[in-house]
């Protein structure tokens, strides 16, 4: 079996014997630098000594997974009604597992009262206390994850619109290749979580991943392009639920002052920063969506397109809007769908229906947060693979019968598109309340990703965990909720936001950017020779040879065709990011051009 599968898959590690232990992880003379005494990320770290450490750290939440599995359990329920109450590893017999009860208390008190980010601080604590610290703030299920990952309203009410704009054919086939695609890139970044994660060096973001295989330059973009979606995210769904809101007030409200009202709304949503407790909110939101769906089928079933919001729809971007625009006697044009590509003069409205299909996948910018969060980050692919098939599924017959009914004239949000007023503001409000939770959502991850690696990082600021940390968060959340206002009533043109994040954002970390890692990832794990390794007793790594000619030696070792297909999987990836950047651009400036989008206005795009 290859080394990445025993990083992964393994059950044990034989080097944690208890002899050993005594003069390597216990209390010791140890020949080299502890791990909470190095920085938060420290250069001199290697890549062997952090696959050390990962192994050390799954053999041991197998043992607590064996402990759990001899325990009653609530089944396929833990998945339909997540547990808020569950606090974790660390709250199960310790004793049994030979580990030292007080200091597992020890180690939860340290996680809430010790300012980690404070090198001083943290040579206070002990090796023990340290690695209970970091086990004590993994407290996600599973099936939290489940609903974390489907907490989603950009992608199934997106979905009409790309058909829309792609056709019967071409949509159902790039859905489907984006579901496969977006599936795989979620197994590479779980195996390389799995591989570099660990309670000594714990792996708490998507840049740390790219840290630990590139370095600082790759982690910096990766945090840069993180904190942007995630903030325009929350924009976008502002803009959203602005909408909804101004459609629902049969726009009697302001629009700008709609938006006003979903933000402050987050200001008082934004206060809850575990995941674990999230997960009820996001069970919620996804049966709210599913509810949303129902409605606003059945009015598309039974009442005609909302021809008031036809220059939002699918049809406006496609052949100069001709399908989508009323003769001299005031009649729109019928209803029709396309079997192949819709008749276009360019190719911008297709790649502006493909980016929003992108948004159904756009969740594993976020699972390597989701997975620093769970106890046992072995069991993500259930709930990674659980959400991916429920989105294919759910959403892909949403997408198709919204298509089916409304043709061209699907908007954008779709539940926007329905013309039956009493259908509509029920569509409307589960659709508020369930884009509310979402928004929360990436709001908590941003503010996470910000927080952590610039104020805890760079300021030596109290982790979220302690009490000004807590009120560190308290804080920030009007200020990014704030911001979000801001760019979201600047730029209220809903189908040009989102083709802008995907194409610059979203694309890039489902499909672009795990193959790039993963090639890294798989060419030093394989460089990785029998009698080499990381030394705990003398923290020494040993290598026989190094640099260029030892990574290219790692990637024609054993799985080289795996490489040389993410290399493939990435370059494509790149350059469907770059078709559609350039749609994205092309689409925003038409937009403010042709006057249908303009900056803080009172009048809804939906008008």
Same mark, same amino acid.
């Given at each position: 079996?290859?080394?990445?599968?025993?990083?992964?898959?393994?059950?044990?590690?034989?080097?944690?014997?208890?002899?050993?232990?005594?003069?390597?992880? #216990?209390?010791?003379?140890?020949? *080299?630098? &502890?791990?909470?005494?190095?920085?938060?990320?420290?250069?001199?770290?290697?890549?062997? /000594?952090?696959?050390?450490?990962?192994?050390? $750290?799954?053999?041991?939440?197998?043992?607590?997974?064996?402990?759990?599995?001899?325990?009653?359990?609530?089944?396929?329920?833990?998945?339909?009604?997540?547990?808020?109450?569950?606090?974790?590893?660390?709250?199960?017999?310790?004793?049994?597992?030979?580990?030292?009860?007080?200091?597992?208390?020890?180690?939860?008190?340290?996680?809430?009262?010790?300012?980690?980010?404070?090198?001083?601080?943290?040579?206070?604590?002990?090796?023990?206390?340290? $690695?209970?610290?970091?086990?004590?703030? &993994?407290?996600?299920?599973?099936?939290?994850?489940?609903?974390?990952?489907?907490?989603?309203?950009?992608?199934?009410? @997106?979905?009409?619109?790309?058909?829309?704009?792609?056709?019967?054919?071409? @949509?159902?086939?790039?859905?489907?290749?984006?579901?496969?695609?977006?599936?795989?890139?979620?197994?590479?970044?779980?195996?390389?979580?799995?591989?570099?994660?660990?309670?000594?060096?714990?792996?708490?973001?998507?840049?740390?991943?790219?840290?630990?295989?590139?370095?600082?330059?790759?982690?910096?973009?990766?945090?840069?392009?993180?904190?942007?979606?995630?903030?325009?995210?929350?924009?976008?769904?502002?803009?959203?639920?602005?909408?909804?809101?101004?459609?629902?007030?049969?726009?009697?409200?302001?629009?700008?002052?709609?938006?006003?009202?979903?933000?402050?709304?987050?200001?008082?949503?934004?206060?809850?920063?575990?995941?674990?407790?999230?997960?009820?909110?996001?069970?919620?939101?996804?049966?709210?969506?599913?509810?949303?769906?129902?409605?606003?089928?059945?009015?598309?079933?039974?009442?005609?397109?909302?021809?008031?919001?036809?220059?939002?729809?699918? #049809?406006?971007?496609?052949?100069? #809007?001709?399908?989508?625009? %009323?003769?001299?006697?005031?009649?729109?044009?019928?209803?029709?769908?396309?079997?192949?590509?819709?008749?276009?003069?360019?190719?911008?409205?297709?790649?502006? #229906?493909?980016?929003?299909? =992108?948004?159904?996948?756009?969740?594993?910018?976020?699972?390597? /947060?989701?997975?620093?969060?769970?106890?046992?980050?072995?069991? !993500?692919?259930?709930?990674?693979?659980?959400?991916?098939? !429920?989105?294919?599924?759910?959403?892909?017959?949403?997408?198709?019968?919204?298509?089916?009914?409304?043709?061209?004239?699907?908007?954008?949000?779709?539940?926007?598109?329905?013309?039956?007023?009493?259908?509509?503001?029920?569509?409307?409000?589960?659709?508020?309340?369930?884009?509310?939770?979402?928004?929360?959502?990436?709001?908590?991850?941003?503010?996470?990703?910000?927080?952590?690696?610039? +104020?805890?990082?760079?300021?030596?600021?109290?982790?979220? $965990?302690?009490?000004?940390?807590?009120? %560190?968060?308290?804080?920030?959340?009007? =200020?990014?909720?704030?911001?979000?206002?801001?760019?979201?009533?600047?730029?209220?043109? !809903?189908?040009?936001?989102?083709?802008?994040?995907?194409? +610059?954002?979203?694309?890039?970390?489902? *499909?672009?950017?795990?193959?790039?890692?993963?090639?890294?990832?798989?060419?030093?794990?394989?460089?990785?020779?029998?009698? /080499?390794?990381?030394?705990?007793?003398?923290?020494?790594?040993? &290598?026989?040879?190094?640099?260029?000619?030892?990574?290219?030696?790692?990637?024609?070792?054993? =799985?080289?065709?795996?490489?040389?297909?993410?290399?493939?999987?990435?370059?494509?990836?790149?350059?469907?990011?770059?078709?559609?950047?350039?749609?994205?651009?092309?689409?925003?400036?038409?937009? !403010?051009?042709?006057?249908?989008?303009?900056?803080?206005?009172?009048?809804?795009?939906?008008?």
């Amino acid at each position: 079996m290859s080394k990445m599968g025993v990083f992964a898959l393994e059950g044990g590690d034989p080097r944690l014997s208890t002899d050993e232990g005594k003069g390597v992880f #216990g209390e010791s003379s140890i020949a *080299y630098t &502890r791990p909470q005494m190095r920085k938060l990320h420290d250069p001199s770290i290697t890549f062997e /000594e952090y696959t050390y450490y990962a192994r050390k $750290t799954r053999a041991e939440e197998d043992k607590h997974a064996d402990l759990e599995r001899s325990q009653p359990t609530r089944g396929f329920l833990s998945m339909i009604i997540p547990s808020k109450s569950d606090k974790g590893v660390t709250q199960q017999q310790a004793a049994d597992l030979g580990i030292d009860t007080a200091a597992e208390k020890r180690g939860s008190v340290v996680a809430k009262t010790v300012n980690l980010g404070n090198p001083d601080a943290r040579a206070q604590i002990s090796d023990e206390e340290w $690695t209970n610290a970091s086990r004590a703030l &993994r407290t996600a299920s599973w099936g939290a994850i489940f609903y974390l990952i489907t907490t989603d309203i950009l992608g199934p009410f @997106g979905l009409p619109f790309a058909f829309a704009s792609l056709g019967w054919g071409p @949509g159902v086939a790039l859905f489907t290749v984006f579901a496969g695609m977006a599936i795989y890139s979620g197994f590479l970044l779980w195996q390389m979580f799995m591989g570099l994660d660990s309670y000594e060096f714990p792996l708490k973001s998507y840049g740390d991943i790219a840290y630990r295989l590139y370095g600082q330059w790759l982690r910096i973009l990766f945090n840069v392009l993180q904190g942007i979606q995630l903030l325009l995210n929350v924009g976008q769904i502002i803009i959203s639920n602005g909408e909804a809101l101004s459609q629902a007030s049969k726009f009697k409200l302001c629009f700008a002052i709609c938006c006003l009202v979903w933000a402050l709304a987050g200001f008082v949503l934004g206060q809850v920063r575990t995941l674990q407790k999230f997960g009820w909110l996001a069970n919620a939101a996804v049966w709210i969506n599913v509810i949303c769906m129902i409605l606003t089928m059945a009015g598309a079933a039974n009442s005609a397109p909302n021809y008031t919001a036809t220059a939002s729809s699918a #049809g406006n971007g496609l052949n100069g #809007g001709v399908s989508v625009t %009323a003769n001299a006697a005031g009649k729109y044009p019928a209803v029709y769908t396309s079997a192949g590509l819709p008749d276009t003069s360019s190719f911008v409205g297709p790649l502006n #229906g493909a980016m929003s299909a =992108v948004f159904s996948y756009g969740g594993a910018m976020v699972f390597p /947060e989701f997975m620093s969060e769970m106890k046992r980050p072995r069991d !993500f692919l259930k709930g990674m693979w659980g959400a991916q098939v !429920f989105i294919y599924l759910v959403y892909m017959f949403y997408g198709m019968f919204m298509y089916g009914y409304q043709g061209q004239y699907v908007v954008n949000p779709s539940y926007l598109g329905v013309s039956k007023y009493s259908i509509q503001t029920a569509g409307n409000v589960f659709a508020m309340l369930s884009a509310l939770i979402a928004a929360g959502l990436y709001g908590n991850i941003g503010i996470k990703v910000l927080y952590n690696n610039i +104020f805890v990082e760079l300021l030596h600021a109290p982790p979220l $965990t302690t009490k000004k940390g807590k009120i %560190a968060w308290a804080l920030l959340i009007p =200020v990014y909720w704030a911001i979000a206002f801001v760019i979201g009533a600047g730029i209220p043109d !809903f189908i040009g936001m989102t083709s802008v994040v995907a194409a +610059f954002c979203i694309l890039h970390f489902t *499909y672009t950017f795990p193959p790039l890692m993963a090639v890294m990832f798989y060419s030093k794990l394989n460089a990785m020779r029998d009698d /080499e390794g990381f030394d705990p007793a003398s923290g020494e790594t040993k &290598r026989h040879d190094s640099g260029i000619k030892r990574i290219m030696r790692g990637f024609f070792a054993k =799985v080289w065709y795996i490489n040389v297909f993410n290399i493939l999987y990435f370059l494509g990836a790149l350059a469907l990011a770059g078709l559609g950047a350039y749609a994205a651009i092309e689409n925003l400036v038409d937009a !403010f051009a042709s006057g249908a989008t303009n900056s803080y206005t009172c009048t809804s795009p939906v008008e």
